[in-house]
C-alpha cells in the first residue's frame, strides 16, 4: 500500500510538471511564432497550430513521451514553421505552394462557379459571408475575392458605394491631431504612457479636467482623447 501510495504521489507529481512544461513551452513558443498564427491564419498556419497543440497535449498526458522528447518535437515543429514562414515572406513562388493565392469568387458582377468549385465555396455560404459585410443582394457586388486566410473581399458596383465626405467636397468639421482615439485614464488610473506618445503630460491632463470641474481623477472611470483633441470622460455611469 505504501509502495503504491508513493508511486501515485510520483504520478501526480510528474503530471503537474509536464502541464508546466507544456504550457509555458506552447507559450513560448506561440510567442516566438508571431501573432500572424491568431490573426491572419492561413491554411499552413492553420494545420501548424493543430499539430503544435496536439504535441503539446501528448506532452502532458501520454506518460510514454518522455518530457526531453516532448520539448524537443515541440521545438523541432516550431523551427520548422518559422522557416517556412520566413520563405513565405521572401519567396513569392513558395508562398503560392504554402498559403495558396486569393481567388475571384464575383467578376464585373457574374459568379464564377469554377472558382467556387476550387474553393470548395457553395452559393450559401457565398451569400452568408456577403451577408456578414451589409450586402444582402450579390448584384450590387462588382467584385468579391476569397482571400487566403478564408475571408472575403467586397467591392460594390460604384453606384452601389457609399459616398464619402471627398466626393461631396466636404472639409472635416474638426481637425485631426492625433490619429486614432487614445485612452488617458483607465479606472481611475492615468495611462502615463499614452499621455507620453501624444506628447502630453499630467499637468494638462488635469487642466483638462478641471475645464469639466472634475477635481478628482478617481472620480473618473475612463477617459479618452479623440482626433481633434477633445477630451471625452465618463464619470460612473454619466458622461461629462
Do not use: C
Not at 52 to 64: C, K, L, M, R
Not at 80 to 105: A, C, E, H, W, Y
Request: net charge positive; charged share 25%; proline share 2%.
Amino acid at each position: 500500500m505504501y509502495e503504491k501510495a508513493v508511486s501515485d504521489k510520483m504520478a501526480v507529481t510528474e503530471l503537474i510538471i509536464r502541464i508546466l512544461i507544456g504550457f509555458f513551452a506552447l507559450y513560448m513558443l506561440t510567442r516566438i511564432l508571431g501573432r500572424k498564427e491568431i490573426s491572419q491564419m492561413t491554411f499552413f498556419n492553420f494545420v501548424s497550430a493543430i499539430a503544435i497543440g496536439s504535441i503539446a497535449a501528448n506532452v502532458v498526458v501520454n506518460q510514454s513521451i518522455s518530457i526531453r522528447n516532448g520539448v524537443i518535437a515541440l521545438v523541432g515543429w516550431s523551427i520548422i514553421t518559422f522557416v517556412l514562414d520566413i520563405f513565405d515572406v521572401k519567396f513569392k513562388s513558395l508562398r503560392r505552394v504554402l498559403t495558396g493565392n486569393p481567388v475571384i469568387v464575383i467578376k464585373k458582377g457574374q459568379i464564377i462557379k469554377k472558382s467556387l468549385l476550387l474553393s470548395r465555396l457553395d452559393l450559401d455560404t457565398l451569400t452568408s459571408m456577403l451577408r456578414q459585410q451589409n450586402v444582402f443582394s450579390i448584384s450590387e457586388v462588382d467584385y468579391a475575392i476569397f482571400e487566403k486566410n478564408g475571408k472575403l473581399s467586397v467591392l460594390l458596383k460604384e453606384k452601389n458605394q457609399f459616398v464619402t465626405k471627398k466626393d461631396m467636397k466636404i472639409s472635416s468639421l474638426h481637425p485631426k491631431l492625433y490619429p486614432i482615439p487614445t485612452d488617458v485614464i483607465s479606472d481611475g488610473k492615468v495611462v502615463k504612457s499614452n499621455l507620453k506618445k501624444l506628447n502630453l503630460n499630467e499637468e494638462w491632463l488635469n487642466q483638462q479636467l478641471q475645464k469639466q470641474r472634475i477635481t478628482n481623477i478617481k472620480d473618473v472611470i475612463f477617459a479618452q482623447i479623440q482626433t481633434d483633441g477633445r477630451l471625452d470622460t465618463y464619470l460612473k455611469n454619466e458622461k461629462v
